[in-house]
């Protein structure tokens, strides 16, 4: 397993402000914690080698990289038994696979994992033209090997000994469509690709991107269940663009260090269902009612934002595959023994009468630990009657999704 330290990745938004031992009454910040400076130095992956040196540990490219960057500065002769105990000895032993992963999400995605140090190996598969992303990402001197799987005689063989499942195939919204026009395609999409993971790695994370995701999610949990291997504390749906929005909306609108903003948001994926709860920012921070409105729609809109500026080339791709790499290595550490990770995500809840619902979730080796209760409560007269406003459109997105797994179980 490798260890802790050589996870200490930058792919988060957000830090912990030292409460390591905060109970969980107490909600902490989301996401990857920076462990120092080193980190945020090198934020971006992309540096100069002569600064190699002294960040080589806490690298985004990985120790072993960093190490292969300082010996390729200094032009030493390496010999061949060194270079063999690197491929064979790498500290990274995690195994990814990414559904999608020649779409416009899973390319970037794919990078950003494959600069992952937790990451032994990245399958990729697609129902096309994924051989050149493999091929192109291969060359990046980070740990993990890259392989490529085409079309659905190669599915199964993508999903053998994988820790965690990715799934960002399906079509994206195009303008004037709502996530809930891409039910039909991408349920489909969902369906099919579920009932693979459930015959090949039913143990791993499944990470669902597809959306809509508030059915998408109860549609994989109830092929899961026709399988005989659904295990809820293992199934995710992925709502962390929603908080990387939310963080960085706020940080803007009241000047604050945008790394220390965290802000839960809880409730669904989709327009109102959507829910920022401003008042449990961190830092505190108070805001006014307009304040709270606009972010709040802002929020809430964010995804249209992009698919009107993008005008018909899709929707939001590398946010959201940023958004994904942070959810992913979240859930890598968590398997890696660390315990202090905490994520917001949508999962079969008992948080309130919906037996789905976004909240903020404790991450361990088995999936989720805990549900965190305590960023409901308390909530303000705007936060409460936004909460009661999305119940009924999220519920019904849920049946939508269970009516559909189950019918297709029916016709089969
Ligand atoms: N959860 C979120 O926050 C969020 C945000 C943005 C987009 N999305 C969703 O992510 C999905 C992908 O978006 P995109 O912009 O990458 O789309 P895209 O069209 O660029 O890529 C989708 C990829 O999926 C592949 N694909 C289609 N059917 C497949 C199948 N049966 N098996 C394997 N791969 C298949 C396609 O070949 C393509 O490479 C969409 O459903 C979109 O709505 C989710």
Redesign the pocket.
């Known amino acids: 397993m490798a260890s802790t330290s050589a996870t200490s990745l930058s792919i988060g938004s957000t830090l912990s402000f030292g409460h390591k031992s905060r109970s969980l009454a107490q909600p902490k910040p989301l996401g990857v914690r920076l462990k120092s400076h080193a980190s945020l130095a090198s934020f971006s992956g992309l540096k100069a080698t002569t600064s190699v040196s002294c960040e080589a540990e806490s690298s985004f490219l990985g120790k072993e990289s960093g190490v292969a960057l300082q010996r390729s500065v200094a032009r030493k002769p390496q010999k061949q038994s060194q270079r063999l105990q690197y491929h064979l000895q790498p500290r990274a032993s995690f195994k990814v696979a990414i559904?999608?992963a020649?779409?416009?999400?899973?390319q970037p995605l794919s990078l950003l994992i494959k600069m992952s140090p937790l990451v032994s190996a990245l399958h990729l598969?697609?129902?096309?033209?994924v051989k050149g992303v493999a091929a192109d990402l291969s060359h990046c001197n980070t740990p993990s090997q890259v392989l490529d799987f085409t079309g659905a005689s190669e599915l199964p063989n993508s999903l053998k000994g994988v820790n965690v499942v990715v799934i960002?195939?399906?079509?994206?919204?195009k303008p004037g469509m709502t996530?809930d026009d891409?039910f039909n395609i991408?349920a489909n999409?969902v369906k099919?690709?579920v009932e693979a993971v459930a015959d090949n790695c039913p143990d791993a994370f499944i990470h669902i991107?597809?959306?809509p995701?508030n059915s998408t999610v109860p549609i994989a949990a109830e092929i899961l269940k026709q399988k005989g291997v659904y295990d809820p504390k293992k199934l995710f749906g992925?709502?962390t663009?929603d908080v990387v929005r939310a963080n960085t909306f706020v940080a803007q609108k009241k000047n604050l260090r945008l790394i220390d903003v965290d802000v839960p948001v809880v409730g669904g994926?989709a327009g109102i269902t959507i829910l920022p709860l401003l008042s449990k920012t961190r830092p505190s921070v108070s805001f006014t009612d307009e304040e709270v409105e606009e972010l709040t729609v802002r929020i809430q809109n964010a995804?249209t934002e992009v698919v009107e500026a993008k005008a018909g080339a899709?929707?939001?791709?590398l946010s959201?595959a940023y958004?994904a790499a942070r959810f992913v290595e979240s859930s890598l550490r968590a398997l890696d023994g660390d315990g202090d990770v905490y994520e917001c995500s949508f999962v079969q809840s008992d948080l309130t009468e919906l037996p789905f619902f976004a909240s903020r979730v404790k991450l361990g080796r088995k999936g989720i630990e805990a549900l965190i209760p305590s960023d409901l409560q308390g909530l303000t007269e705007y936060e409460q009657k936004a909460l009661d406003a999305l119940k009924p459109e999220l519920k019904a997105s849920i049946e939508k999704g269970v009516e559909f797994a189950q019918k297709q179980a029916v016709a089969a």
């Open positions: 559904l999608g020649a779409g416009g999400i899973g598969y697609d129902i096309a033209n960002p195939a399906g079509v994206p919204r996530r891409l991408n999409i099919s690709l991107i597809s959306n995701v992925v709502t663009l994926h995804g899709g929707s939001a791709t959201m958004a």
